[in-house]
T-cell receptor
């Protein structure tokens, strides 16, 4: 299988501050990574699609100025939650699709980052 | 709207029995469906993918079926063990870039 890591695994921040979450594909290059959010007892909801070297594509209802995504290399995508508020508290999970699985195939998920905004 | 649904929030079974989880879809015909396992506080882990032209797929104690008439996929775990306790997610392709759309998941508890 392939390995995707996330850092940090959990973070507590004060309201109004910004938090950066890193997602790395450790043993493969990922031109596309995805950022999901999961609230308690809910399923994963796609926030945005991160493409290496270009702008991210955001899902409807997700504020691109609040959730900044940077995919600067083939192994790293970052999500920055700017001016965080308590309602942003959630479990953020990234995933990457391994190249070669044309259009279809499993995704490899990071372990997730638990964000708590106080 | 296109929906993917896992109607059972939770399933409790005895160790050694077969667990059967259901995933239904409406208003579209997916080319494939995927099943993932998610443990508390962790990201999902891929288990199986089944295409619409495959009726059944197996991996060790896991079996997935795809019934295009019933618009349903069933996920079976045979000889279940307490270590199989987790939330199991059904997913379909969401868009051209490969994102996934997940069902709400079924939390399986296997009692010793």
């Amino acid at each position: 299988g392939a390995v995707v890591s996330q850092h940090p695994s959990w973070v507590i921040c004060k309201s109004g501050t910004s938090v950066k979450i890193e997602c790395r594909s450790l043993d493969f290059q990922a031109t596309t990574m995805f950022w999901y959010r999961q609230f308690p007892k809910q399923s994963l909801m796609l926030m945005a699609t991160s493409n290496e070297g270009s702008k991210a594509t955001y899902e409807q209802g997700v504020e691109k100025d609040k959730f900044l995504i940077n995919h600067a290399s083939l192994t790293l995508s970052t999500l920055t939650v700017t001016s965080a508020h308590p309602e942003d508290s959630s479990f953020y999970i990234c995933s990457a699709r391994k190249p070669g699985l044309a259009g279809v195939g499993e995704q490899y998920f990071g372990p997730g980052t638990r964000l708590t905004v106080t | 709207s296109q929906k993917i649904e896992q109607n059972s929030e939770a399933l409790n079974i005895q160790e050694g029995k077969t667990a059967t989880l259901t995933c239904n879809y409406t208003n579209y015909s997916p080319a494939y469906l995927q099943w993932y396992r998610q443990d508390p506080g962790r990201g999902p882990v891929f288990l199986l993918l089944i295409r619409e032209n495959e009726k059944e797929k197996r991996k060790e104690r896991l079996k997935v079926t795809f019934d295009t008439t019933l618009k349903q996929s069933l996920f079976h775990i045979t000889a279940s063990q307490p270590a199989d306790s987790a939330t199991y997610l059904c997913a379909r392709a969401g868009g051209s870039q490969g994102n996934l759309i997940f069902g709400k998941g079924t939390k399986l508890s296997v009692k010793p």
